[in-house]
């Protein structure tokens, strides 16, 4: 494997809806007086003692020398940056101490220095609120009456004491970011072009890899930076408190959309927090997930059967590592690739899966808690894997390796076997080498099969509460691409290409592997039957006793140490640092701890609900 030291990604900075932004800390005064007709000054437009003050000036190429400044209900900002960024040419006339401003198609403007008026447009303004003054050698104005005279909005938020100044001929502006579940994609220019004309909104779209999509968001969230429509990748592992701070209440706003409603409601990755409403769950197949695909060619180049069961798998992977199945005449190649990446064993938790049956450490039987971890079936599965790797069946370094550098190892073809979507499959398949996922697995030949499962979901999106378009308008735009994505009609748009098509799949989710799938169409027919056949073959089975709201107790707060611990000991049985008695006698102190009883009752409480 090429040990080459991780890139660091270079996902794509958040860009703001809002050009500008200044704060100060500036006392409450008296309610403004009316400005003359024409001109809307609301009464509202003033700020609780001792609160900061903002302007954002949204997609507008204004940038202020200062904050601004409320004065007798009045926002006060440098009159050259305002006028300027709006694009006047201006005149001092420092004998009077006037300032003119000049734009070809919009009204001029003049202010003077300490008189409570203006003139716009040839008319004159009296009894203006706060008359424009001069400090640091600046000119003053007030800010709502430049952008209204020069066709602006301002729109005033009083609870939170900011303003916001657009212009209202230009398309809502809001940023989505979501994982692109088959890789980032060229900037999908039909796919956008479409939802512009039939929505009347503009999205900054945000791609980011699925190898770093966990990642990503974590920082965006604790940087109070996250995008306005944001999909968690795994909903759960959010606390209630941190989720509430951060998501918006959608349960009022939902009601006109029953779609949306719906989903948020029942599909896999809703969340409710306190009889509210703040995740909408984003469609898709969840046999969409990671599971082992095998190197078809090299099973046909040694004569080998498609294995069945865990057994047969052992001896397909040894007999890649022993027969040089590659041709190149060397003992160089694994049996089994694998890396972890966050969650317990990372891709090598299929493992688990086809021991336990479960696709997740816990699940629900008779209405109990079942923690598959502390299982005997567990055991058998670390057995299994610490064989392997004593043997050398897998790579020696699986514990440290990164995505990326699996992913090099499996395009260089060192290995017969890893764990992967069907998607991530079929873009491997080439003249150089046939990746089949598998039909099944079992444990042995008495077991039931498993099949890929996600039981998280496909995502959950939330809108934040940095958003500053209205909810209604982001629900409306996520609400066209689902109805659109139901009725398959994407492809009729003129001019539709591949990335469009991937960039529909990653918003707006995949409910169906077999459809819209490019991926699967660039392969050969004989290939691309089988993985028809693979997917069929998983259609047999499901899941349903999953409790995936279980991980955001065990795997954060003070449970997350003793869950640590325990991930650490099946590493140390499966790289032979411990023996499989060390682990039984770890699993027995762990489930007799306080702690882990503790847990095992609020998960029965969880699971009641």
């Known amino acids: 494997m090429n040990r080459k030291k991780l890139r660091k990604s270079s996902i794509a900075a958040l860009t703001a809806a809002l050009s500008a932004t200044l704060i100060v800390s500036i006392p409450s005064t008296a309610v403004a007086q009316s400005l003359p007709h024409g001109f809307t000054l609301l009464e509202d437009e003033q700020a609780p003692h001792g609160k900061t003050v903002s302007v954002f000036f949204q997609d507008l190429p204004v940038n202020l020398p200062s904050a601004p400044r409320l004065i007798n209900g009045t926002l006060m900002v440098p009159g050259k940056g305002l006028l300027e960024g709006l694009g006047y040419k201006l005149e001092w006339q420092a004998k009077e101490r006037k300032l003119l401003a000049v734009q070809e198609n919009k009204p001029t403007i003049l202010f003077q220095a300490n008189v409570a008026q203006a003139e716009i447009g040839g008319k004159v303004w009296n009894g203006l609120p706060a008359a424009p003054f001069i400090d640091n050698q600046t000119l003053w104005v007030p800010l709502r009456l430049v952008v209204e005279a020069h066709g602006l909005r301002m729109v005033w938020n009083a609870q939170q004491s900011y303003a916001i100044v657009s212009d209202p001929q230009a398309l809502p502006k809001f940023s989505v970011m979501t994982k692109m579940d088959n890789g980032i994609v060229e900037q999908p220019d039909q796919l956008f072009n479409h939802l512009k004309q039939a929505t009347k909104m503009n999205i900054n779209f945000v791609q980011v890899d699925p190898e770093y999509y966990r990642e990503?968001?974590?920082?965006?969230?604790?940087?109070?930076?996250p995008t306005a429509l944001m999909l968690l990748q795994d909903p759960y592992v959010f606390q209630n408190e941190l989720l509430a701070s951060i998501a918006l209440d959608l349960t009022s706003e939902l009601e006109a959309f029953p779609k949306l409603k719906a989903l948020a409601q029942s599909g896999p990755g809703s969340r409710v927090l306190n009889g509210k409403i703040v995740g909408i769950p984003r469609p898709g197949d969840p046999r969409n997930a990671a599971f082992p695909a095998i190197r078809k060619d090299w099973l046909d180049k040694l004569g080998l059967a498609m294995p069945q069961t865990m057994d047969q798998l052992f001896t397909v992977m040894k007999t890649f590592v022993e027969l040089d199945p590659d041709g190149n005449g060397k003992k160089d190649t694994l049996g089994l690739v694998g890396y972890l990446n966050g969650s317990g064993l990372g891709t090598l938790s299929w493992v688990e899966h086809a021991y336990t049956g479960s696709p997740d450490r816990f699940s629900v039987k008779e209405g109990k808690v079942?923690?598959?971890?502390?299982?005997?079936?567990?055991?058998?599965?670390?057995?299994?894997?610490?064989?392997?790797?004593?043997?050398?069946?897998?790579d020696k370094e699986f514990a440290v390796l990164s995505g990326n550098q699996v992913q090099e190892g499996l395009r260089g073809n060192k290995a017969g076997l890893a764990s992967m979507s069907m998607n991530e499959a079929a873009e491997l398949t080439g003249d150089a080498a046939i990746w089949l996922p598998l039909p099944t697995i079992k444990a042995t030949a008495a077991s039931s099969p498993i099949v890929p499962w996600s039981s998280q979901g496909n995502g959950t999106y939330i809108i934040t509460k940095i958003s500053k378009v209205e909810t209604k308008q982001v629900l409306s735009w996520l609400n066209y691409g689902l109805e659109k994505t139901d009725d398959g009609s994407w492809g009729t748009i003129e001019g539709w290409q591949q990335t469009d098509q991937e960039a529909v799949n990653s918003l707006f989710g995949q409910t169906d592997l077999l459809k819209n799938n490019s991926k699967l169409a660039a392969l050969p027919e004989a290939i691309r039957n089988e993985y028809k056949a693979a997917v069929t073959e998983w259609r047999k089975t499901s899941y349903s006793s999953s409790l995936p709201e279980a991980s955001s107790l065990w795997s954060t707060g003070k449970y997350a140490e003793q869950s640590a611990k325990l991930e650490q000991s099946k590493l140390k049985v499966i790289m032979g640092a411990a023996s499989i008695e060390d682990w039984k006698t770890f699993v027995s102190e762990y489930t007799a701890s306080a702690e882990y009883k503790a847990m095992l009752e609020k998960l029965n409480k969880l699971a009641a609900r």
């Open 216 to 225: 990503k968001t974590m920082v965006m969230i604790a940087a109070g930076d």
């Open 370 to 394: 079942i923690d598959h971890l502390v299982t005997s079936e567990e055991t058998s599965a670390l057995q299994w894997l610490a064989k392997a790797y004593s043997e050398g069946l897998i």
